[in-house]
């Protein structure tokens, strides 16, 4: 049995594990801000953008183990599968959600550029973990 090409979904679940626990805090920070902005707002935002840097570098690095682990452990070719796509679309959609959250910053005010920002990060989310499930078929 090859234990290389079980590195990326071990480092995936990982980041995936990180992400959901970014996403728990982005809606706490939702609740937060629906009661009035305030010390704990702030606290939960910045811990939200603190983890959030994390998990993109995380699952950006998981990715690229696994077009590693494609070529080199599994010998197989890159981008014929569904699970490559899809982790593809599910990294374009936390970059996006890492830079609207980074124009949040900067646009404090801006309802629809946090409403954008949450509807995003959620897909990518639900991509992700169904890429997870595809992934499932393709280890030896």
Not at 37 to 45: F, I, N, P, V
Not at 60 to 88: C, D, I, K, N, W
Not at 106 to 114: E, F, I, P, S, T
Not at 115 to 124: D, K, P, R
Request: net charge positive; glycine share 12%; charged share 15%.
């Amino acid at each position: 049995m090859n234990l290389a090409a079980y590195i990326h979904p071990a480092f995936q679940i990982g980041a995936l594990s990180l992400g959901l626990i970014v996403l728990a805090n982005g809606l706490r920070v939702r609740r937060s801000r629906k009661g009035g902005a305030g010390a704990e707002t702030a606290r939960a935002a910045r811990l939200h953008m603190r983890l959030g840097r994390w998990f993109v570098a995380m699952f950006t690095a998981g990715y690229v183990l696994g077009l590693g682990g494609m070529r080199f452990a599994l010998e197989g070719p890159l981008y014929e599968t569904a699970h490559s796509y899809f982790a593809t679309l599910a990294l374009g959609l936390f970059w996006t959600t890492a830079w609207l959250g980074r124009r949040l910053r900067k646009n404090l005010g801006n309802d629809d550029l946090r409403q954008i920002h949450s509807y995003c990060g959620f897909l990518a989310v639900f991509i992700a973990l169904f890429v997870a499930v595809l992934g499932m078929r393709l280890l030896p």
